[in-house]
Structure formats: C-alpha cells, structure tokens
C-alpha cells in the first residue's frame, strides 16, 4: 500500500523561502511521475508543479520562476524549494503522483504572512 507523508511547512513573511519534502512509499516508484499539489482555504485542490521520469518538470504559472521541484529517487524523496513566497501561496501541500491515484496523505501547512 502506498504512502506518504508531507512535512516542511511553516509561517513565513512574504519573500521568505520554504522546503517541502515528500517521503513516499509502497507501490510508489522512481518510474511514476510526482507532483505537488495545494488547497488554499475555501478552494479547490490544484496541481502546482510535477516531476517526470526523466527529470522534466512543469510549474502552474503562478508559481513559475518561485518554485523548483526535484527528486531523490535513492531517498524515495519529492522535495519542493518555494522562494519568493506570496501571501497567495497560503495553502495545505500535498504530495502524490501524477494523476494522484494513491492515498492522500495529511499535508502540510505553509502560511505566508507578515
């Protein structure tokens, strides 16, 4: 059963800088794609970056140029480095694949806020 488990998040002011990581495991492999994903209050769920098998990336517009996605296959790692944060970057983030046919796992806060 695949799994996995969030954590880095934190209250940062605007213009500070966060790293999300992503430990998964189970049936999750190097070979299936990863993205992350963000719910900010009273939205829904959206895509804001993923990671191919290849090392490809692609970024929501929104984020582009902010963020960076990579990934340890040898840690079984997603990681996520948000820099140049925006209060509109407050939301739960989430891991999983690409789409995300595994479980959810419980997130984890990132708040931008002076």
């Known amino acids: 059963q695949a799994q996995v488990v969030e954590s880095g998040g934190g209250l940062v002011q605007p213009g500070g800088s966060l790293r999300l990581s992503c430990s998964y495991s189970?049936?999750?492999?190097?070979?299936?794609?990863m993205g992350w994903y963000r719910r900010a209050p009273g939205k829904q769920r959206e895509l804001v970056a993923r990671?191919?098998?290849?090392?490809?990336?692609v970024y929501k517009d929104s984020v582009e140029g902010r963020f960076t996605i990579s990934r340890d296959n040898a840690k079984n790692t997603v990681y996520l480095q948000m820099n140049s944060l925006k209060p509109e970057d407050t939301a739960v983030y989430y891991c999983?694949?690409?789409?995300?046919?595994?479980?959810w796992g419980q997130g984890t806060q990132v708040t931008v806020s002076s």
């Open positions: 999983n694949a690409i789409p995300p046919d595994y479980q």
């Open positions: 990671i191919f098998r290849g090392g490809a990336t």
């Open positions: 189970g049936s999750i492999t190097s070979r299936i794609p």
